[in-house]
């Protein structure tokens, strides 16, 4: 009983100092860990992170080869100049016998009728029918007459006075029709109706020219200018 005792004392005091020994291997292996310094750890704030997005992949343009076409063959401008300048002589030559044609025509004209001179001109305007000339001044006198009575006016203070008369005017009509020299020949009893008569003729300024066919380069003309009250 004693060796059984003494056996069971020495398997606990072994089993003890094992104990001890692997509690003294971890808490050496606990300083030895303790005693490392630590890593050090860097903080990272995403907010001040920019975060970029990646750019698309451009793929290169690869253009195709235009294809350059021939143009259509066409004669050159050469040979349509070529042409035309064949052509030109014939054309010359219809014109030239064209223009000889015209000028052998003129001169038979010229053979057959007899040549005027100016001065025979001139007797041949000269020698008008008397008649034919009467009626050509009677046609321009009447129309001169037609004017003046259109743009007579009787004066407002004479009409309200009661003025009446006749004022003989007597002016020259230039070539061209243009009127000159306007003055009273015959006065009528009233001074305001004489000043009447002329003021029609300085408004009227001009006529028709005097007829090529009368061969006048002026025409002096009297006119009666006649101021009546109709009373109705």
């Given amino acids: 009983m004693e060796n059984k005792k003494s056996l069971l004392v020495i398997l606990t005091l072994t089993i003890s100092a094992h104990l001890l020994l692997f509690a003294n291997l971890k808490v050496e ?17 995403l907010q001040n992170v920019v975060i ?21 063959k066409t004669e050159s401008t050469n ?5 035309k300048k064949k052509d030109f002589p014939k054309k010359e030559k219809k014109v030239e016998k064209k223009i000889e044609e015209i ?9 057959a009728v007899p040549q005027m001179n100016t001065s025979d001109i001139k007797s041949v305007e ?38 009446m008369g006749k004022v003989n005017v007597c002016f020259v009509i230039s070539k061209d029709g243009h009127i000159q020299d306007i003055k009273v020949v015959k006065k009528s009893s009233f001074e305001r109706l ?13 006529f028709e020219p005097i007829p090529e066919k009368l061969n006048k380069n002026s025409w002096e003309i009297t006119v009666p200018i006649v101021y009546q009250i109709t009373r109705s």
């Fill in 29 to 45: 292996e606990e300083v030895e860990q303790q005693a490392k310094p630590l890593p050090q750890i860097t903080k990272i704030n």
């Fill in 52 to 72: 970029k997005k990646p750019e698309p992949v451009v793929e290169p343009i690869v253009e195709k080869p235009v294809e350059i076409k021939p143009l259509p």
């Fill in 79 to 83: 040979k349509i100049k070529e042409v």
């Fill in 103 to 111: 000028k052998e025509v003129k001169q038979e004209i010229n053979n």
């Fill in 126 to 163: 000269k020698d008008i029918d008397p008649s034919l000339k009467d009626a050509l001044e009677n046609e321009y006198l009447a129309k001169i007459r037609m004017i003046i009575e259109k743009n007579k006016i009787y004066p407002k203070s004479a009409k309200r006075l009661n003025q």
């Fill in 194 to 206: 004489d000043e009447a008569a002329i003021e029609i003729l300085t408004k009227i300024n001009s």
